[in-house]
C-alpha cells in the first residue's frame, strides 16, 4: 500500500496547480483566440483543473504533517 503526501505537500501541490492555471488561463482560456477557440480552451483547462484538483484532495493526507 502506497502513503499519502501529508497535508504541506498537498497544500504545495494545489497553490502550484492553481498558479499554473491561471498562467494558462491568462494566454489560451476564456476570452482569447479567434471566435470560439478561447471558450474551448477555457472549458477543457477548467475541466482537466477540477480533475487534478480532485486528485490532489483526495490523495492527500490531511492529518499528517509530511
Known amino acids: 500500500m502506497r502513503d499519502r503526501q501529508g497535508c504541506l505537500a498537498g497544500l504545495l501541490e494545489l497553490f502550484l496547480l492553481n498558479t499554473l492555471f491561471d498562467w494558462l488561463q ?30 490532489i484532495i483526495t490523495g492527500t493526507d490531511w492529518l499528517k504533517a509530511w
Request: hydrophobic letters at 45%; charged letters at 5%.
Open 26 to 55: 491568462r494566454n489560451f482560456g476564456f476570452g482569447r483566440g479567434c471566435s470560439c477557440s478561447g471558450i474551448g480552451c477555457g472549458c477543457l483547462l477548467l475541466i482537466l483543473f477540477i480533475l487534478f484538483a480532485c486528485g
